[in-house]
């Protein structure tokens, strides 16, 4: 019988601490993608662990040319915007959102709690969908599948597939995120297209990536190595981790952002702020339109 062929792991080629800042109105957050050390890794703009309070948020802002992801880990979220869609989500719930072409709206948290404690992912979106009509996935905590490749390991499958399990959220860039929680002493093996990039971020405890068991902390962001393998190994030891494996094919297209607008090209950003201002091409609801969750 033929002996079995280990894979080799993506190791880690950059491991990047995220210290508090302040953001929006009152919030703390903890950048990862998108601070100087890692601006843009592609096709991932952003990725925010942010904590507000009930007196902070984020009020009325735009957005264009890219998707958010948000996923609560503690409390709940407010959301409201321009055409009227407005919700809640509440710990592991999920908000995909297609800005699109553009989308003003307002996140808060809700006041009769605490804190909000999650994360917000920002996507890129491809020359050709940058323009596309906004579109909201949300899935409660529930809706969300899960992979169990063995005990003591949970896999929440948000986008993407881990261990024969996919999720049912559509990304028109290919993407996988998943919410790790793994007991200590453990290992698994996570596939990823060898095409993507991809990066670890550490939320609670101390887990070791790839063949060399490269030691990841809680607030560090772990970058993959591009080197053609097709898996990464995770290993715990003596305490528990809970982390999110976030990975996607690069679009390998000009970035050109002024705040919360992402296009190709400066000509486009221009373009943007005069369609915003004037109330057009996707900002026609935005004129005097103000949250009711924000005031």
Known sequence: MASAIARQSRSIVKAVLSREQ???????????????????????????????????????HPHRGFETVTYMLEGQFQHEDFAGHKGTIGPGDLQWMTAGRGIVHSEM?????????GLQLWIN????????????QELLDGEIKRATPQDGVVVKVIAGESHGVKSQVYTRTPTMYLDYKMDK?????????????GFIYMLKGTAYIGDKE??????????FS????????????????????????????????HGPFVMNTQEEIYDTFVDYQNG??????????????AQ
Request: aromatic share 6%.
């Open 22 to 60: 302040a953001e929006g109105a009152g919030a703390r957050v903890r950048r990862s993608i998108g601070r100087p050390e890692l601006r843009n890794h592609d096709p991932f703009l952003m990725l925010d662990e942010f904590n507000v309070d009930k007196n902070g948020g984020f009020p009325d």
């Open 109 to 117: 948290p809700v006041k009769s709690q605490t804190r909000a404690h």
């Open 125 to 136: 979106l491809p020359k050709e969908h940058k323009m596309c009509e906004p579109q909201y």
């Open 185 to 197: 002493n453990k290992t698994v093996e996570q596939s990823i297209p060898a095409s993507y990039t």
């Open 214 to 223: 490269f030691e990841g902390k809680a607030h560090h962001t772990l970058t």
């Open 226 to 257: 591009e080197d053609g393998a097709d898996s990464i190994k995770i290993t715990t030891k003596d305490e528990d981790a809970h982390f999110v494996v976030i990975a996607g094919e690069p679009l390998h297209e000009p970035i050109v952002q």
């Open 280 to 293: 057009q091409n996707g900002f026609e609801r935005a004129r005097n339109w103000q949250s009711s969750i």
